[in-house]
C-alpha cells in the first residue's frame, strides 16, 4: 500500500538505480520490469481492456455515424488515462525497488484523473489545427485530384505533430510523480525534453515501435496458426497483415476465425500498453539524472516525492 502521505522518499539504497541510461539500457530495463512484475501490471491493465471492450462496442452501435471515433474516444479517455496513470505509478514504485499494489496504483490515480484528462484535452487541441488541415487537404485532392495540400501538410504540420508529441511526452509522469497540475505538466515536460529533443524522439521512436513490434508479431503468428488449420475461410496471410497492422477489415466466412482474431486483438493492445509506458517512465529518470542531476540532488537534499 501507498504511505498515508502519499508519498514516497528515496534513501541511497536506491541510488544506484537512478543513473544515466543509453537505449539498450532503457528497453532491457523497460522488458526486465514488465517481466518480473507481470501480474501488478496486468491488474492495472484490465481497466484498459474495459475502455477497449466498451469503444468496440461504441463504434458497433455507432457504425452509421461519422462521429464514431470521436465518441468513443471521448467515453474511454478517463479509464484510458486511469489505467496508464495507474501503470506509471506502479513502474516509478516497482523501478525503485519499493512494493504497490495494483488496486492502490489505481487508487493513487484517481485524485490526478482530472489533471491528466485536462492535459489530455490541452495535447489534443494543440495537434486540432493540423488535424483540421489534414481533412480539409484530403477533401482537395477528391475535389481537385491535385496533391499540393496534402504535400504541404507533410512538409508543415507534419514536423509541428511530432514537436509537441515529444516536447510533451512526460506530462503524466510530471502529473504523477512531481505532483504538476494542468499547464504546468506539459510545461515540465518541456522542460525535460529541451536540448535534447532528438535523443527523447528517437528513444520513444524505439520504445513505441518495440511495443507495437511485439503485438503485431504475436497477432499475425496467430492468424498463420490459424491458416494452417484452415480455420480462416479464405483469408490469407496478405489479409492478415493488413489487417493487423493497416487495420482493414478482417474478410471472413469464418465466424468463429473473426472472434478468435478480434479477441485476440483487444487482448494483445492491452497486453503492450504498459511495455512503452514503462519505457517513457525509465526515460524520465534518465532525463531528471542527466539534466538535474536527480541521483545527487536526493542525496545531498531533502528527498523527493515520487508518487
Request: aromatic letters at 12%; hydrophobic letters at 55%; proline letters at 3%.
Amino acid at each position: 500500500m501507498l504511505e498515508t502521505s502519499n508519498t514516497l522518499h528515496v534513501d541511497n539504497n536506491d541510488l544506484s538505480k537512478l543513473r544515466p541510461m543509453g537505449v539498450t539500457d532503457i528497453l532491457d530495463g523497460t522488458f526486465s520490469l514488465y517481466r518480473r512484475h507481470f501480474s501488478l501490471f496486468i491488474g492495472i491493465v484490465l481497466v484498459y481492456f474495459i475502455a477497449i471492450i466498451i469503444e468496440y462496442a461504441l463504434k458497433g452501435l455507432l457504425s452509421g455515424s461519422k462521429l464514431k471515433v470521436i465518441i468513443a474516444a471521448i467515453v474511454t479517455m478517463p479509464l484510458i488515462l486511469l489505467s496508464m496513470g495507474g501503470i506509471v505509478v506502479a513502474a516509478t514504485r516497482t523501478y525503485l525497488g519499493r512494493e504497490i499494489t495494483s488496486l492502490a496504483s489505481l487508487k493513487h490515480t484517481l485524485p490526478k484523473l482530472w489533471t491528466l484528462i485536462y492535459c489530455r484535452l490541452l495535447w489534443l487541441l494543440a495537434m486540432m489545427g493540423p488535424i483540421i488541415f489534414l481533412f480539409l487537404s484530403l477533401g482537395f485532392v477528391r475535389r481537385t485530384g491535385s496533391f499540393a495540400l496534402p504535400i504541404l501538410f507533410a512538409v508543415t504540420c507534419v514536423p509541428i505533430m511530432i514537436y509537441i508529441s515529444v516536447r510533451w511526452v512526460f506530462y503524466i509522469e510530471a502529473a504523477m510523480i512531481e505532483d504538476y497540475s494542468g499547464v504546468s505538466a506539459l510545461r515540465r515536460s518541456g522542460e525535460l525534453v529541451q536540448e535534447s529533443w532528438w535523443k527523447v524522439c528517437l528513444i520513444v521512436v524505439m520504445i513505441v515501435l518495440s511495443s507495437y513490434a511485439v503485438r503485431y508479431i504475436l497477432e499475425i503468428s496467430l492468424g498463420m496458426v490459424l491458416i494452417a488449420t484452415n480455420l480462416t475461410s479464405g483469408v490469407d496471410f496478405r489479409a492478415i497483415i493488413e489487417w493487423s497492422i493497416l487495420d482493414k477489415v478482417l474478410d471472413t466466412g469464418s465466424y468463429p476465425f473473426y472472434i478468435v482474431m478480434t479477441c485476440a486483438q483487444m487482448l494483445l493492445k492491452a497486453l503492450v500498453l504498459p511495455i512503452w509506458i514503462i519505457g517513457v517512465v525509465l526515460l524520465y529518470f534518465d532525463r531528471r539524472v542527466r539534466k538535474e542531476g536527480y541521483d545527487l540532488e536526493i542525496s545531498t537534499n531533502r528527498p523527493d516525492i515520487l508518487v
